[in-house]
């Protein structure tokens, strides 16, 4: 998917303006790294995408869709078609592991025959296959950050939007899953992540849009 | 989306639904309680004001008019006249009181008996008991409609009725009447309070649940689904206890109610609901409860519209 | 902790719950609708018990006991009864009925006007009307008592009194009564699991607050206090709707109620509440709200203990 | 405050052994990190350090009280005694920023005279003094992160336990919150501390605790 800012800010209901002026460019494919210091604006940046929040100006298009204008019975058909890993992993409570990652799959009327599989699958990547039937709560920080990871990666989304991934996973766990990022890029999936780890950036060769108090600095290739 | 899946959906949901009831025993009794008992008291009061017309039937049922003869009409054209008005068509039943019957019981009734002995001569009239139809005892117009026409036969000399009892059940009736329905309309915003109440604080309670559904591409009428379901069920139930607390209430209030009635001459026993406004009882609990979680989901909805969810 | 800090605490604790309510308008006064309209109920039932005791008060004031004396006692000699008797501890007021005056009223009663203006003597005897104490008037046996004694009175040939009529009404006061204690009861329940709920599902909600409170030091009695308090308001504000309903459902029903006394010759007002009685709808619904707030908020605060409380 | 635990096991309810036969022992005034791959165990060793949870076997004395022994009605005020930093930051998010902060000297009854200025110190050490009046939600992770460490020192605890202090936030300021742990520690805190960020171990030259599958590899100083 073709992500499209132009000239876009956004204010928050109390005043703050969290992004000033952005314009930049993702290609459909591609793989690009958000950096910036806490409260630069990442995560409003992907809350824009994700239609979590609008644009207060300028605009925001995605797919050929300009976002401020879509109609509000599509918004879940929109979202359906995005990945999203929070940073606070944003798990329900109440259900299992299985039944968690399943949800997407659930929601969007998925055939139950094939939903094991594909549920396992994406377990497994995340290397939580046998914690399936546990309750989030039981997990540690950690392993729900995993579970957040497969969530957002089984129903084959063909945006994946990621916001730190990685915050609370050792340095080995954490290169496995950029790995995984890296290996849906190869796959055609367009792959978005906010994260403070300048370490990837270097290793994973990829372009990198740098904030700083909500004005993009940098779109350049840093590797 | 297939038939099959979307039956298998809403199958899911229900049991879902009754399994979350059934792991929270404590608060679904509570809210099932709460609902019951404020379905329980319009539902008990509508019975009681059945029993009430039932009772006062029966009153009806005992309506006579009683037509005072002149002193000079003899039994036997007395009697005459008994056959001709059993023919009427606003009479259901007509009886004759002698003279000599009247004298004992008015001898009975008064506590003058030695006084009356001393008379010499029986100076009453031969009395008949006219009972209206139903119809007409129901209708005050009509009674004195019949009352005037008998008062205006020829060997009648007083045409009578406890007019006055009439007119006091009459008021008595529109006095409940009020203030059941007074009553009644209260509790049914009660119901539908509770019910809202406590839907809406189970959707504040799982906000962040709905919050994710939605962000990750769950539509509204997925969201809704399962308060919908838990709404119906929370009023179903309710609606059954509330039937199950008339029934205990009837049982125990009928012994004096019946005991009362009985003061009155007349054999009533207390019915609790039938079965039609049973159903209509249970039904609407289910419908409170679908209708209640539907607003109040219906207007919480609108929180997890983009740039309202703070995330 | 000095006394100040003490009372700053609880006043701004007092301040909060209050600002919490009122920040949640909506969810606040549904909750205090809820318990208002269930404690509007038993005490609705219990001003309605109140003003039938004060109607059947009425009732037991015109209470009278008919002493017949014998045919030849003379007019004078039952003035000098009369004078005697009503110096009867058990006698407030008694009334003298001429042989006359009987005869008067018996005609116009019993339509035998022309008929009993045939008789050439009066056969009436004089009437004495004693009308009891009220204290006497409400007890049966004290009554029976009374009119056993009259009757055993030289002059008095028969000391008769419609008794029948106090066992209707002692029957149909208990009925009321049961069915005001069953619904009363019944209600108050209600109004402690309504309560009980909604502080349950506040504290559901408020899981995570709870915990954290507890983690960073705070004492059990600290975590209690804002959901007593919010309970304790809920209460008093629903027992001030409470009255409020009462007062307008008894504006509403006192129309056809005085017109229905009016029937029975009573001058009958309706009576809402009394002060005291408000004052205790009111203080019992502030009390309930505390209670079943203190009574929820233990069993839940015992899911914070260490080794229960999954963070 | 002096830690000891010794041959502690920790079992939860659904049978997972999270820690397994541990001995160690934490000086007064010690600085201590603790390390282990996602799942080893840090978190549930902090939980039993605060009491959160009870240990299943073995004994864990903090400041000479055995804390199996110890009577419900003064868990508070042990509590009390310590500041914590969670890795969900653990947040209110009905009050702003400021009441959050001074949570816990309202708790313990402190004179609402000196209350304000505390409070100040601790916001201000964190870098979050303009944003006293915000609420938790509308700050950024980050943000959110430093607000939980501000309300974690500003009862001067004579014991500082931080889960993943750092986990989202970018290398200036991670640096800044390790350094104002270090000061505290100078001024007589002892402080342990779960990290994944090795970088820290080595800058501060501190002892760090291994885990590994809930077992304790290593007590070295790996500095
Ligand atoms: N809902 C909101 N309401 C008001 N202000 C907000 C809201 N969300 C974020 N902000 C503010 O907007 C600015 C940018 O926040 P954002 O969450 O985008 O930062 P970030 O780059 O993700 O930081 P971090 O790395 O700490 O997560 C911050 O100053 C934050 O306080
Ligand atoms: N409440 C619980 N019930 C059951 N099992 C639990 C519970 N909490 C943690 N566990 C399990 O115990 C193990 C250790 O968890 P812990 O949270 O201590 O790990 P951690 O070292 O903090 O990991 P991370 O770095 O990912 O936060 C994990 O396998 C986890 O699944
Ligand atoms: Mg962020
Ligand atoms: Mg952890």
Redesign the pocket.
Do not use: I, N, V, W
């Given at each position: 998917m073709l992500i499209e800012f132009s000239n876009v800010t956004?204010r928050?209901?109390?005043?703050?303006?969290?992004?000033r002026d952005v314009s930049f460019v993702i290609d459909k494919g591609e793989m690009v790294f958000?950096t910036?210091?806490?409260?630069?604006?990442?995560?409003?940046?992907?809350?824009l995408v994700t239609l979590i929040?609008y644009a207060t100006r300028g605009q925001v298009i995605v797919n050929g869709q300009n976002l401020g204008r879509l109609k509000r019975p599509t918004l879940p058909y929109y979202r359906r078609q995005i990945g999203m890993v929070f940073?606070d992993h944003k798990l329900l409570h109440n259900l299992s592991v299985f039944d968690n990652v399943a949800l997407p799959l659930i929601v969007s009327g998925f055939h139950p025959r094939d939903l094991r599989r594909r549920v396992h699958a994406a377990l497994d990547k995340v290397g939580l296959l046998n914690r399936d039937r546990a309750k989030p709560i039981t997990l540690s920080g950690g392993e729900q950050q995993r579970v957040g990871i497969a969530r957002a990666v089984v129903n084959r989304p063909s945006l994946l939007v990621a916001?730190?991934p990685t915050g609370n996973l050792d340095a080995g766990l954490s290169d496995e899953i950029f790995d995984l990022f890296h290996d849906f890029n190869y796959h055609g999936v367009t792959v978005l992540v906010?994260t403070?780890d300048l370490r990837h950036i270097k290793r994973l060769g990829k372009r990198s849009l740098t904030?700083e108090d909500?004005r993009m600095i940098q779109q350049a290739n840093t590797a | 989306m297939t038939m099959i899946v979307w039956l298998t959906r809403h199958l899911q949901t229900l049991v879902g639904t009754l399994g979350d009831l059934s792991r929270n025993p404590f608060s679904s009794i509570l809210s099932i309680s709460v609902i019951g008992i404020a379905l329980a008291l319009p539902g008990g009061m509508f019975a009681a004001l059945e029993n009430i017309n039932k009772f006062t039937a029966e009153f009806e049922h005992g309506a006579k008019i009683s037509l005072f003869l002149s002193p000079e009409v003899s039994i036997i054209h007395a009697k005459k006249l008994q056959q001709s008005l059993a023919q009427h068509g606003d009479i259901k039943h007509i009886e004759m009181i002698t003279p000599d019957q009247a004298m004992e019981e008015f001898k009975l009734r008064s506590g003058l008996k030695d006084a009356l002995n001393s008379l010499a001569d029986n100076p009453l009239p031969v009395v008949l008991l006219a009972y209206p139809e139903d119809s007409v005892a129901r209708s005050p117009e009509k009674l004195s409609d019949l009352i005037n026409e008998l008062g205006k036969l020829e060997p009648v000399e007083l045409s009578q009725f406890d007019l006055e009892w009439i007119k006091r059940l009459t008021a008595f009736m529109e006095l409940a009447n009020r203030a059941v329905w007074v009553i009644a309309i209260i509790l049914g915003l009660g119901v539908f309070l509770v019910i809202g109440n406590t839907i809406r604080l189970a959707i504040v309670n799982r906000q962040e649940e709905i919050r994710i559904i939605k962000l990750i591409g769950g539509t509204d009428s997925f969201v809704r689904r399962p308060f919908l379901y838990s709404g119906l069920l929370q009023g179903l139930f309710g609606g059954l206890l509330a039937l199950l607390v008339i029934f205990l209430l009837f049982s125990f209030i009928s012994r004096p109610a019946s005991s009362l009635s009985s003061m009155y001459g007349i054999s009533f026993g207390l019915d609790p609901l039938q079965l039609l406004p049973s159903l209509i009882l249970v039904s609407s609990g289910a419908l409170l409860g679908w209708l209640s979680a539907r607003v109040t989901v219906g207007v919480y909805l609108r929180q997890f519209e983009p740039g309202k969810s703070?995330?």
């Open positions: 956004k928050y209901p109390e005043g703050h303006e969290a992004l958000l910036g210091h806490s409260g630069a604006g990442k995560s409003t940046l992907l809350r929040e940073q916001d730190e906010a403070h904030l909500g | 703070q995330l």
